[in-house]
């Protein structure tokens, strides 16, 4: 790549902690009933 490559962690949804979606690849944390899993973010 020719630039920075940034990647974003966070765990809560509602507010925006980690700003995931500014960044060129965004992961949160999510629980739905009893499945846990990531919502991706990719493009920034």
Known sequence: FGRKFKIA????AHEACG???MHD???IAKVEGDKRGFEF???G
């Open 9 to 12: 962690f966070s765990g809560c």
């Open 19 to 21: 700003l995931t979606s």
């Open 25 to 27: 690849v965004g992961v």
């Open 41 to 43: 973010y990719v493009g």
